[in-house]
């Protein structure tokens, strides 16, 4: 077996050097051909591609959060080659969607010795910018963007933005066009989802599957704050749905339209104010190494 390991050296801000080492010794123990990928942040799939060409890998392993992982599965979506993931970033929210083991070096070993592979959902908006966990428009976003822009990382680094955007939310209009319908509504928070929680642990969309070929878009249409805060931003549990005003609509293909350009984030990405866009599912576009804990798995 070979399998190719890709690395983003920053994620998470953790050093994988000592996993590296491990992950080495366990393959070589095993006679398992490896070769190391690491990401630079540009230009990385022309470089990857050369490296499948070549190295031609059975497995690849995803080492670092979701963006690294995003970027592997535009990379592989239209080859049979699958992927794992080593959770290895700030927030890992897929990793923990799926069941990963937290540890890396137990991620690997799944990884290595599974001969499970299931289709894993892709969101694309505008056929342009892809999505595999959550984006959103409106409160989060610019959460995102202030956070993005602060070189502080963390928890509380979060938690400052988000203190600071409650303050500010405001409603904002949008029109949801999907399953031949015409939705009208108005919220501070419009979300596009392929899972269930944010990499915090904030929980948006109860229905979500990555797995099953359609998507949610839930509309929050207030923000309990006072909530929020008293829950310490770190132990949020499925009670917060309940406490939020909101509304959710399944589909494959939507088109969402604002009066007022508004903010998108993708899996943690600003990628900038729009008008309009459309979303649609890559149903099963990634082969995604995965285990029996997977709660999504077809049984
Ligand atoms: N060597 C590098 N230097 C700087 N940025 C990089 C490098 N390699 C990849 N990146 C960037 O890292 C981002 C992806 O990070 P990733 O999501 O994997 O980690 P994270 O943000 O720490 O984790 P999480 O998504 O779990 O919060 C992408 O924007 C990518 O362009």
């Known amino acids: 077996m070979k399998l190719l390991l890709v690395v983003n050296p920053v994620s998470g ?4 050097d000592p996993f590296l080492k491990d992950a080495k010794a366990l393959c070589d123990n095993y006679g398992i051909e490896n070769q190391v990928f690491k990401t630079t942040g540009t230009d ?4 990857l591609k050369v490296i499948l060409n070549t190295f031609k890998p059975d497995k690849v392993a995803a080492v670092g959060g979701d963006g690294t992982l995003l970027f592997l599965a535009i990379v592989l979506q239209h080859s049979s080659i699958p992927v ?5 970033g700030s927030a890992n929210g897929m990793a923990t969607e799926l069941e990963v083991s937290k540890q890396p070096i137990e991620a690997l070993k799944e990884l290595i010795m599974s001969e499970i592979v299931g289709d894993l959902d892709l969101l694309v908006v505008n056929n342009e910018h892809y999505c595999i966990h959550l984006g959103d428009v409106g409160i989060n976003a610019k959460i995102v963007k202030g ?3 602060d070189h502080k990382r963390g928890m509380s680094t979060y938690a400052k933005y988000f203190i600071d955007e409650l303050g500010k ?10 399953n031949e319908k015409t939705y009208d509504a108005e919220g501070v928070m419009l979300c596009i989802c392929n899972a269930r929680k944010y990499g915090t642990g904030i929980p948006i969309n109860l229905e979500g599957n990555p797995m099953d070929g359609v998507f949610e878009i839930v509309l929050i249409k207030e923000i309990n704050g006072s909530m929020l805060i008293n829950a310490g931003l770190s132990s949020f549990n499925e009670n917060f749905i309940n406490s939020q005003h909101q509304t959710s609509v399944q589909t494959n293909q939507a088109k969402i339209t604002f009066k007022t350009p508004q903010l998108l984030q993708l899996d943690g990405e600003v990628i900038g ?13 990634v082969k995604l190494i995965t285990t029996q804990k997977n709660p999504y798995l077809e049984r």
């Open 13 to 16: 801000g953790v050093d994988k």
């Open 44 to 47: 990385d799939a022309e470089a």
């Open 84 to 88: 794992g993931i080593i959770p290895m």
């Open 147 to 149: 956070y993005e822009n």
């Open 169 to 178: 939310v405001t409603a904002f209009p949008m029109t949801v066009e999907c």
């Open 273 to 285: 104010e729009f008008l309009s866009f459309d979303v649609r599912i890559i149903k099963g576009a």
